[in-house]
């Protein structure tokens, strides 16, 4: 009997390292330098305009931050004034940079607070790397049915010749009609009846999740094509998003990462599930025509008007490491995702680090006003007005009975409460060894920890060490259990 191979991997494919090396230290000490050196620049420009660029600098982040929010939220001459103060407030400051001569110490201050933050960004990514996920052998499928919409991505399925490609590596392909409704679950479940041992898809993120489904209620791999618009799952999995036929190199030469299946509801989603205001938006029919457009006749009344609908959400699934979070109330919108989000981002418009963290990411944002707008745009994260956690379990409630819902993009109306749990590890995701992968997440800035680490106290690594060790013995056994099923899987399939 042949042990199944493991590779420790981050989720595009790069090895992983376990613990800070010793140019993370350094570059943390850089970081710490920069920002030292930038509070040299200010104190010494104190009567050279240093404190008239903070000043002005912090001014037009306010005075923006309005403006947008008039213009999100209300029509008329309102509107104008907000998009006039939008583009009027960083326009005002390059100004008054130039009338009173303070480039020299804009750009220092500029300079040295940015090369601080990538600095600090490198330097945390280097001592903590995400967590690993785990590749495995996969064996080739001898019996792989893909299911493919023409029509997905303006027509990626044939300008990328992916029909063609799949039958030539052996695989059975169905095509959709665009010009009719199609169960494809019922079809995945079909091609399960008839012995596929892979199912596939190539389409946009709502189809994948619904064979996705299928895959994982029968434990067959599933292999993702991106031939959708955004494909936002491939993306996460590192996968190819300007050429979708090399997606299909995994049906030769692939590996197979195990990640979590999000369910809403009793139906799969694979990136997220959004409530409140982006919900009521794409339930209209002119949206997929006029996106733009739909948003902005849209805004005012769902922000501040007659048609603002509030959801309220409670949380559950706590850990020893994680507690339960305090329900939230009253939020203009909130989106739930399979797998916590790099940074908050409620058009799941971001990164996941991880696909694997068996956790719900949950971003909530509730703005009353421009001045909440505010202070959105210079807190962050720190503002009152967004929250974002992670949570095992989400349920969703309204005063209505039924609410807007957009699962992975698709427009649904759902009963409440509606509630969002993780299947962790279900999917057996079958990917080409070789991918580009994606842009590496990069952490929040915490200086504690940045200072913690330059000085070589442990930092991020102390952090990892009792981590790794708890889940070495987990591991293994893991590894063993995998081991013993792709043998009896082996055993058990049938020879070409």
């Not at 959709?176 to 009846?193: C, F, M, N, Q």
């Not at 791999?221 to 936002?232: D, K, Q």
């Not at 919108?333 to 680090?353: E, I, M």
Request: charged share 20%; net charge negative.
């Amino acid at each position: 009997m042949t042990a199944t191979r493991f590779r420790e991997v981050d989720i595009d494919g790069t090895p992983q390292r376990r613990s800070a090396d010793r140019t993370a230290r350094v570059l943390a000490r850089c970081a710490l330098l920069a920002a030292v050196g930038a509070v040299v620049v200010l104190l010494v420009a104190l009567g050279d305009g240093g404190l008239e660029v903070v000043a002005f600098g912090f001014l037009a982040l306010v005075v923006w931050a309005a403006g947008v929010w008039w213009f999100l939220a209300h029509r008329g001459p309102v509107r104008v004034v907000g998009a006039l103060l939008a583009v009027a407030a960083p326009a005002g400051v390059v100004v008054l940079f130039a009338y009173h001569d303070l480039w020299p110490t804009a750009l220092l201050l500029f300079f040295g607070w940015g090369a601080a933050l990538a600095l600090a960004r490198w330097a945390l990514r280097r001592a903590r790397p995400a967590r690993a996920g785990r590749a495995t052998a996969a064996p080739r499928p001898q019996r792989p049915v893909l299911i493919m919409n023409p029509k997905s991505g303006g027509g990626k399925v044939g300008r990328f010749g992916l029909v063609e490609r799949a039958e030539r590596l052996g695989a059975r392909v169905v095509l959709l009609d665009p010009s009719a409704h199609t169960d494809v679950a019922a079809l995945a479940r079909e091609a399960v009846a008839e012995g596929a041992d892979l199912l596939g898809v190539a389409g946009g993120d709502g189809t994948q999740a619904q064979v996705a489904a299928v895959a994982a209620e029968h434990g067959l791999p599933f292999l993702v094509i991106s031939a959708g618009t955004r494909n936002h799952f491939a993306m996460d999995l590192g996968l190819d998003r300007a050429d979708p036929a090399r997606c299909l190199d995994a049906l030769t030469d692939g590996e197979e990462l195990r990640v979590d299946l999000g369910e809403v509801a009793g139906r799969a989603f694979v990136n997220t599930v959004s409530f409140g205001v982006y919900a009521d938006i794409v339930q209209r029919p002119e949206y997929r025509e006029d996106k733009a457009g739909t948003m902005l006749s849209l805004l005012p009344d769902l922000l501040v008007g007659e048609g603002v609908r509030r959801v309220d959400a409670t949380f559950g699934g706590a850990t020893p490491t994680s507690p339960s979070a305090p329900p939230l109330s009253d939020q203009q919108a909130l989106l739930v995702s399979n797998n916590p989000y790099g940074s908050p981002d409620l058009a799941g418009g971001g990164r996941r680090p991880r696909l694997d963290s068996g956790e719900l990411g949950v971003t909530g944002i509730r703005v009353e006003g421009a001045a909440q707008a505010a202070e959105l745009a210079v807190r962050g994260s720190q503002s009152t007005g967004l929250t974002v956690l992670t949570a095992r379990r989400v349920e969703v409630t309204s005063e209505e009975a039924e609410i807007a819902v957009a699962v992975d993009g698709e427009a649904l109306r759902l009963p409440t409460p509606v509630v969002c749990t993780l299947d962790p590890g279900a999917l057996r995701v079958l990917v080409p060894r070789d991918r580009p992968g994606v842009v590496p997440v990069a952490p929040r800035v915490d200086w504690r920890q940045l200072a913690a680490l330059a000085f070589d106290r442990g930092g991020p690594d102390a952090e990892t060490t009792a981590e790794t060790a708890a889940e070495t013995n987990t591991e293994q056994d893991s590894a063993a259990g995998s081991a013993r099923d792709f043998a009896r899987d082996s055993e058990e399939r049938p020879h070409a």
